[in-house]
């Protein structure tokens, strides 16, 4: 399948009067058209970042020092904010971190979907914008917030943990939606969690992100099958197996990096059981250690 957006050595940063925080430092990432990728790391690992950074929506002190971000072979970064404005919402939308912030309580939710269908279809007569509003609004059983994000058909969707704050059977009833959807409107979905788990459930492929690097990538087959950084082993030791009841949950010892003082080589040695002096001193690359599954670690090679 073709590449529907590539990211290419990103870095985004924010400015204070005495640091610079590297939220994304260095990020190189493709998602093909008409799949879903879970984006996958702890909280602080700059996943967020990468997503406004995708929409241009980094604001000051926060600046994208350079990259590329190309849609659909086109630069995003080149763009006028006017053009920009017109692709953001019908082109490429997201579903924020917290969307039910998304709706203003002194509106009905019908109104504002259709508000922002408006904006990028003028053409559309009242009697279709309602119409297209209310089956909109029958697909997602009418309260979910996350609709206004699919109101005008957007090739590239991503959704910013749009569970996070949902138990677990309305947890599986959303995935089970995001699937739905897919197969009907055809949209490509970047899927952004700490949960692996749930990206089982509708992912194609995982990319897991720490310290504002990309440093595994693999089909979601493979990276339950076989996940081979240490980050990630990490990360599927510390979630619940149905299959192993009585083990106890392992947590990862340490804390993500600041973003304003990285450790000096591979980002994740100082919480690493792994690591030898080569980690503490220089950054691994990003190879393929087999076919479609890319790790950054010393201490995997290619079989």
Not at 68 to 92: A, P, W, Y
């Amino acid at each position: 399948m073709e590449n529907i957006l590539e990211i290419k050595n990103l870095h985004t940063y924010f400015y204070t009067e005495d640091l610079i925080i590297k939220a994304v430092e260095g990020l190189s990432l493709s998602v093909k058209k008409g799949e879903v990728l879970g984006l996958v790391g702890e909280s602080a690992c700059g996943k967020t970042v990468t997503a406004h950074s995708v929409m241009r929506l980094i604001q000051p002190p926060g600046k994208i020092v350079k990259g590329q971000i190309l849609f659909e072979g086109e630069d995003l970064l080149k763009l006028s904010q006017d053009n920009m404005r017109r692709l953001r919402g019908k082109t490429i939308s997201i579903i924020f971190q917290e969307p039910w912030a998304a709706l203003n309580p002194l509106y009905t939710i019908g109104f504002q979907i259709v508000e922002t269908i408006k904006i990028h279809k003028n053409d559309i007569t009242k009697r279709k914008l309602r119409h297209l509003a209310l089956e909109l609004l029958r697909k997602v059983g009418i309260s979910q917030p996350e609709i206004m994000a699919l109101s005008c058909s957007p090739k590239l969707l991503i959704a910013d943990e749009p569970t996070s704050s949902l138990d677990v059977t309305i947890q599986a009833q959303i995935m089970d939606l995001f699937a739905q959807l897919i197969q009907e409107a055809k949209f490509t979905l970047i899927l952004i969690t700490h949960n692996l788990a749930l990206c089982s459930q509708i992912a194609n492929r995982v990319a897991i992100m720490y310290a504002g690097k990309i440093v595994e990538l693999a089909t979601i087959e493979e990276i339950f099958a076989c996940p081979l950084h240490p980050y990630t082993q990490a990360l599927f030791s510390s979630i619940s197996q149905k299959e192993s009841k009585e083990k106890k949950l392992k947590a990862i010892e340490g804390t993500v990096p600041d973003a304003s003082s990285k450790p000096k080589g591979c980002h994740f040695h100082p919480r690493c059981p792994l690591k030898k002096e080569i980690c503490i001193n220089s950054y691994p690359e990003f190879i393929e250690i087999k076919p479609q599954h890319w790790v950054s670690c010393f201490m995997v090679r290619p079989s």
